[in-house]
């Protein structure tokens, strides 16, 4: 519930805090950022199993591979705001509330989730390379949509200010941070699957 409020109040700041602008575009944008994306996927990896669980979306979500693959996403969320994002601002309010739900509430609640609840030992070294490519993927909208729009969801990603070839070394290095990320929850998975299956045995 929380993680839908969080989402819901920064949606409304965002539409308040830009009057000039149409609802359209600013829907757009919303949806461009890659930690609202992060936090949707976190919303919905908590609510539906506990609503629909034998529904193809609960599934989905609770799928060990999933969970683990939001629990990287949203952890790089997090460790991205506070150490690139939150020096470069001061929010106040409400947008104070909804910034430290958003970017340090939900990923320590989902990683803490996955940690304790996630049936662990089913996950493959490899598996960080495939959920890259969610990440990828964004990249390529974000650079698509901000050379059509001149909007660019953060400064590290914004071309027309630092240049494409910055801008990429930016995002390799975030790709690269997103891959050790994964990697250390492939690693905390496989150790605790062997601890489980020692548990069993005994």
């Known amino acids: 519930m929380a993680g839908w409020l969080a989402l819901a109040l920064q949606y409304e700041l965002m539409v308040v805090g830009n009057p000039q602008m149409g609802?359209?575009?600013?829907?757009?944008?919303?949806?461009?950022?890659?930690?609202?994306?992060?936090?949707?996927?976190?919303?919905?990896?908590l609510t539906v199993?506990?609503?629909?669980?034998?529904?193809?979306l609960g599934r989905w979500s609770l799928s060990e591979s999933v969970r683990a693959a939001v629990t990287m996403?949203?952890?790089?969320?997090?460790v991205?705001?506070?150490?690139?994002?939150?020096?470069t601002w001061n929010p106040q309010g409400w947008s104070l509330v909804a910034n430290n739900l958003l970017h340090y509430a939900m990923p320590i609640a989902f990683a803490v989730d996955w940690l304790v609840f996630t049936l662990k030992?089913?996950?493959?070294w490899v598996d960080p390379a495939r959920w890259l490519v969610v990440v990828l993927v964004y990249g390529g909208w974000t650079l698509l949509h901000g050379k059509?729009?001149?909007?660019?969801?953060?400064?590290?990603?914004?071309?027309?200010?630092l240049g494409l070839g910055k801008a990429m070394i930016y995002f390799a290095g975030l790709l690269v941070f997103f891959l050790i990320?994964?990697?250390?929850?492939?690693?905390i998975d496989r150790t605790f699957g062997r601890r489980d299956r020692r548990t069993i045995a005994a």
Not at 31 to 38: A, E, K, Q, R, V
Not at 49 to 56: E, G, L, Y
Not at 148 to 161: A, T
Not at 181 to 187: D, E, I, P, S
Request: glycine share 8%; charged share 10%; no cysteine.
């Open 148 to 161: 059509l729009s001149g909007w660019w969801p953060y400064w590290f990603v914004d071309v027309d200010q």
């Open 73 to 78: 996403y949203i952890v790089v969320v997090g």
């Open 121 to 124: 030992g089913r996950l493959r």
């Open 80 to 87: 991205v705001y506070h150490f690139l994002l939150a020096p």
């Open 49 to 56: 199993p506990a609503i629909a669980p034998n529904s193809k």
């Open 181 to 187: 990320v994964g990697l250390v929850v492939v690693a």
């Open 23 to 45: 609802l359209g575009e600013l829907t757009l944008n919303f949806f461009s950022y890659f930690t609202i994306l992060s936090n949707i996927l976190v919303a919905l990896a």
